[in-house]
């Protein structure tokens, strides 16, 4: 495919790793991913954390509620991994549905997830259940030992934790989140994708720490896993322009108020549901892989979660996009990926 192409048309994507938060931020973001998905994947890290059915099912109907439009988005919904999780409640979760996967923080590593995990070790009886009946695991995939460089945390990841993990249960199926390495791209795509699978980000695909770092610092890129060098940004490139079937689409957008990003200690966490469909067709065309697109964002997260593909489509045209500048919260402002920039493919209504 070549720059000449004006117009394509794919089967409505899935977002596979989202954050909403609640209550009124939820009320202002959920839009955003609902105009552009067919469904997505829910991250279980509120302030209380979903750590149970119940907890889960209200949510759910709060994020049905808050929806303006009568689309037919569909959430699924996680379970937060704490060491205290009852494995009966996993496997009710699971099977009926309330729950698609369970999501493991390890403790400290990002945004609410001082509940999370201490010890892998210590969470092993949970994931031999969960390999046993096929409920998947996604995996925060970074070290938080503070002895460990915060750019060697995801390699290390892999290395002390992922390997030993999937030595000891080969058959749980897992997504390592949001990637950012160029071992993580080596070593996932050495695996069979109906077990180890990967998501990766708008904002990984697009920048890397020069971005970030020269120049001035730019809050708005701070993420976790944070970004790294260039060689790691080309790898993942690289990957999803092979059509690697390993990785799908999973935006990571994460809206923090504008006070709790720029502050002493600002939070992770890149807002993108505005553009991020848009930021990934502008990376595919990029590399000259337009023809890869359909597959990373409709067709290869719905296989690994064995999920049928979804049967409506989304047309794009190469026509300027404008990305919304910031979000009004009352007193309080989010400020979106790519604010104010303007992209070269916007969707045809
Ligand atoms: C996410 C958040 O804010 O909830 N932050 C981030 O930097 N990606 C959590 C996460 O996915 O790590
Ligand atoms: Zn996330």
Redesign the pocket.
Known sequence: MSKNIKKITITKPDDWHV?LRDNFILNRVINYTGQFYKRAII?P?LYNPIVDCKKSIAYRDRILKSMKFNCKFQPLMTCYLTESTSIKELERGFYEKIFIAAKLYPIRS???SNKGIKKIDNVYFILKRMEEIGMPLLI?GEETDLNIDIYDRESKFIENTLKPLRLKFPKLKIVL??ITTKEAIDYIKENDPFYLSATITPHHLMFNRNDMLIHGIKPYFY??PILKRKNHQIALRQAIARGDKHFFLGS?T?P?LDHHKINKTG???IFNAPSSLLAYITVFEEMNALNQFESFCSKNGPKFYNMPINKEKITFVRKPFKVIKKIQIGNNIIIPFLSGQTLNWSVYI
């Open positions: 954050h991250m890290n990002t945004t609410n925060h989140e949001h993420c976790s990571d994460a923090h939070q992770a966490g």
